[in-house]
């Protein structure tokens, strides 16, 4: 057993703590580390604030709630001391991210708390529900929907086991939803029905054709804790655990056309109903009930988990820091999950490698960018779980979505793309994942790109045939001299064919030609 998996030893077991800036609430969480991808929770406070009240008219944080908010984060800071945490991270999502006062919230709770707060993008926000979910229930095997809904956005990410396929940020928070809709007591049949028509709109233009049928929904946030409280209330069953709750559609149908007669203050006598979310509830239940519809799912499971649990598993895996080969692994299994011919990457890798090497000195490559090229050569056709005809573009957001230990997410974006572009059409700015690169960054994925391809085309018979290669210079050319022991027709061939963006980039013709490594004749192709 690794150290990664054993129990940290009673004189080193670091306390953590979390918050959570929300559009609804904030949440502090403290938690001591009991192995290096485990922990207990010590202490877990609340406070709903309500940052986002209002925004969808102002722009602007509730001023009263930014008061209010900056009392709590000075309470949960001295509550972290109190535990004499050995980390305090806060991050702020959705309301703070968009307000246009966020940045000056920060500053004053840097200012007159003492406390950095990081905004995390949307794209963060999902991975860490994800992360959650895959750390807390069993994906293998199955296609799944995991549904984070805050009090401003709803997260939607789309895998299949552990492999995320697809992310969506959806502007269809609790709180954003009840404001927008006007959501107060009762609603009457109409406007109910518009409710619902009009969220659904929402997740159809934006999801679009799902990429794939879940087998199941798994929702985190304060509206499926709710949900699935009053479900267990409803069956008599509240002294069951939350944790891991099912609640099929027909039920969450029925529950919201019961909670939609009522009045806010009946709704806040709803057993399983917290009353500071019977106002919000309408609004949230409806946005599952659409998603549900629209990915044709019929049952969800809940996870009391979700955001800060996602933050809390990261900072407990960054206090061991992963080696060179945690790093290998994760990519091997990650490639072996997706059904590559592992073999041929692995050589495939090697050959580029190789070209990378001779071409550094002369072209002044970085060598930090042989690693990533390596990287995407050997995940370079993972996109076959899903499709092979477009493998290549399924293999970027594969990667893009991949959790690889020791790699950015700067680096983890050049080396979705260079896989992307190893194969098919060449990078293009029309292209929106390579279009949102930065300059510098498009021309390493070009260049990696175009030696990925070279590689590639030489191992095209998938035989490992070609042991070997040297790059010279020969009058208006490079030669690229292959080594094998019979010719390779196939994969000289192979590599002809892919050429084109490397003597683009390098601004030069390519010869190649066989090297004997044993008997033969030498041939140019």
């Not at 980390?87 to 007159?112: H, M, P, Y």
């Not at 994800?130 to 095997?141: I, M, P, T, W, Y």
């Not at 209330?233 to 919201?256: D, F, M, Y």
Request: one cysteine or more.
């Amino acid at each position: 057993m690794s150290d990664r998996q054993t129990l940290l030893s009673p004189e080193w077991r670091p306390r953590l703590a979390v918050i959570d800036i929300g559009t609804n609430s904030i949440r502090l969480t403290i938690a001591e580390a009991t192995s290096a991808r485990e922990y207990r929770v010590l202490d877990d406070e609340k406070e709903t604030v309500r940052l986002g009240r209002g925004m969808t008219k102002t722009g602007r944080l509730d001023p009263v709630a930014v008061e209010r908010a900056l009392a709590a984060l000075r309470r949960m800071k001295q509550i972290a001391a109190g535990f004499e945490v050995t980390q305090l991270k806060a991050i702020a999502t959705c309301a703070v991210r968009e307000a246009d006062d966020g940045a000056d919230f920060c500053r004053r709770i840097q200012d007159e708390v003492g406390l950095e707060v990081e905004v995390i993008s949307q794209r963060r926000e999902a991975d860490l529900a994800f992360f959650s979910v895959a750390r807390s229930f069993d994906l293998e095997g199955k296609s799944v929907a995991v549904v984070d809904i805050g009090g401003g956005s709803a997260e939607l990410i789309l895998s299949r086991g552990n492999i995320v396929e697809e992310t969506y940020s959806l502007p269809l928070g609790a709180v954003r939803v009840s404001e927008r809709f006007r959501i107060g007591d009762s609603l009457g049949t109409r406007e109910f029905d518009r409710l619902l028509r009009r969220v659904g709109r929402r997740v159809r233009k934006l999801v679009g054709k799902p990429l794939l049928v879940p087998h199941v929904l798994i929702g985190s946030g304060g509206t499926f804790s709710a949900l699935g409280s009053m479900v267990l209330a409803q069956r008599g069953k509240a002294h069951l655990p939350l944790q891991g709750c099912q609640v099929s559609r027909a039920e969450l149908s029925t529950l919201l056309n019961r909670l939609r007669k009522m009045s806010l203050k009946a709704r806040c006598g709803v057993p399983g109903l917290s009353p500071d979310r019977a106002d919000i509830i309408l609004g949230g239940l409806a946005v599952i009930d659409r998603i549900m519809r629209h990915l044709k799912v019929n049952n969800l499971q809940v996870h009391t988990g979700g955001i800060r649990q996602g933050l809390l598993l990261s900072l407990l895996g960054a206090l061991v820091e992963d080696s060179p080969a945690d790093r290998q692994q994760a990519i091997e299994r990650f490639a072996a999950r997706c059904g590559v011919d592992v073999r041929h990457d692995r050589h495939v890798a090697a050959l580029a490698a190789s070209l990378y090497d001779q071409l550094a000195p002369e072209y002044g490559l970085p060598p930090s960018d042989r690693e990533l090229l390596e990287v995407s050569a050997q995940l370079q056709d993972v996109g076959y779980l899903v499709d092979y005809d477009d493998h290549h573009k399924h293999s970027y957001h594969l990667i893009l979505n991949a959790h690889l230990p020791g790699i950015d997410s700067r680096d983890l974006e050049v080396i979705a793309n260079v896989a992307r572009y190893h194969r098919g059409a060449l990078p293009k700015n029309k292209h929106e994942n390579y279009r949102r690169l930065s300059s510098d960054d498009r021309r390493r994925v070009r260049v990696m790109a175009a030696i990925l391809r070279l590689a590639g085309g030489l191992d095209r018979s998938h035989t490992q045939q070609v042991r070997g290669l040297s790059l010279c210079q020969a009058p208006g050319s490079l030669l690229l001299q292959v080594q094998a022991e019979q010719y390779p027709e196939v994969d000289v061939w192979g590599a002809r064919r892919r050429a084109e963006l490397f003597e683009r980039q390098f601004k030069t013709p390519l010869d190649i030609e066989w090297q004997p490594s044993g008997d033969g004749q030498a041939t140019s192709g």
